[in-house]
């Protein structure tokens, strides 16, 4: 196991996440906590630090589970949760990024964490209700306060994040050092804006749903869902690009002699930047076979390979702005030799 710098800070995490959105029974979909715990112990012995929880994680279980797993090696992990989502959804502020939410949502995670601090807090989804800078000044306070050591943002448009953290930037603030966010090889919406914010400030990302709710591990090639997650499956699979894009990294791990799964991991893992797949299995044997993809790397060919048969178009303004026309209008006939290193 490698680890990475997350974004803009000195923070050493593993180059794959354990997510425990699966820790426990609550829900009906998650794990039980005997096989909770063999996930964990594996991936602790593969050597990863990152836990990916959140307060609302099969009610509140998760974070308790991740509180039990931890105990007596609490400095060894980097433990991440998140708040946002109503734990209360009889009262009108017991969900939402406000500071009312942020501050009860945090305690309770403390109890159930059985920790003092929280090493990365993730704003989980963006309200459209709260101001930014209530949000900034109140995950600042408890950074002051030692509660939390740094902070992160799931879910939300690119310029939220921006002015987020140009705004903390300006007054001295805590700025956010992750991006939380789907993304896989058959959902790259995110290189439109948000990934490329993210690498002009410097934020580390982490991939949610790195196998496309499970269509590229290659199973649902030929057989029909029977699961929660049925309707969305069945919308990978029924699009003809992301077709394509199954059949490639099927047809890779059969040449290389790996699992679907590997490779639709590594094309993340090992893009340029900090790009972080957050792992989300059910049984032990899952997560072992995730965990081997950090093993071995893909091929430069095999990379460009996946990058072609899954690319999507940016729209406008991006591909109005690259367009070679525009170029020629803003560059005249220097277009061609002015080496852009930020490109």
Do not use: C
């Not at 306070?141 to 943002?153: E, M, P, S, T």
Request: charged content about 25%; proline content about 3%.
């Amino acid at each position: 196991m490698k680890f990475k710098l997350l974004g803009r800070s000195g923070l050493r995490v593993s180059e794959v996440a354990l997510g425990t959105m699966t820790f426990g029974g609550a829900g009906g979909f998650g794990a039980s906590k005997d096989e909770s715990r063999k996930m964990f112990e594996a991936y602790a012995a593969a050597g990863g630090n990152f836990i990916d929880s959140a307060n609302s994680y099969t009610g509140g279980e998760s974070e308790e589970l991740v509180g039990e797993f931890i105990a007596g090696a609490r400095e060894n992990f980097v433990v991440a949760t998140k708040y946002s989502v109503s734990m209360n959804k009889t009262h009108p502020n017991g969900g939402g990024n406000h500071r009312k939410s942020l501050v009860q949502s945090l305690e309770q995670s403390l109890k159930r964490l059985n920790t003092d601090y929280i090493d990365v807090y993730w704003v989980h989804v963006w309200d459209f209700m709260t101001p930014v800078e209530e949000v900034m000044r109140a995950l600042d306070d408890q950074v002051r306060a030692g509660k939390i050591l740094y902070v992160g943002i799931s879910d939300a448009p690119a310029w939220i994040v921006s002015q987020a953290n140009t705004l903390a930037a300006l007054q001295g603030w805590s700025p956010f050092i992750g991006l939380q966010t789907e993304y896989s090889l058959v959902q790259r919406d995110a290189e439109r804006d948000l990934i490329p914010m993210a690498e002009a400030f410097d934020i580390g990302v982490t991939a949610w749903s790195p196998l496309g709710a499970g269509v590229l591990t290659g199973k649902y090639q030929h057989k029909e869902p029977e699961n929660a997650r049925k309707a969305r499956i069945n919308a990978y699979r029924s699009n003809e690009r992301n077709v394509r894009v199954i059949h490639e990294a099927v047809h890779i791990a059969s040449e290389i002699g790996k699992t679907p799964a590997q490779v639709a991991l590594n094309w993340i893992r090992q893009k340029r930047g900090v790009f972080i797949p957050i792992l989300g299995a059910k049984t032990v044997e899952q997560l072992q076979d995730n965990l081997a993809s950090v093993e071995f790397d893909l091929t430069e060919q095999q990379l460009e390979r996946l990058d072609e048969v899954s690319r999507i178009g940016l729209g406008f303004p991006h591909d109005f702005i690259g367009s070679d026309g525009v170029k020629g209008l803003i560059n005249g006939e220097f277009r061609s030799r002015i080496d852009n290193h930020r490109r």
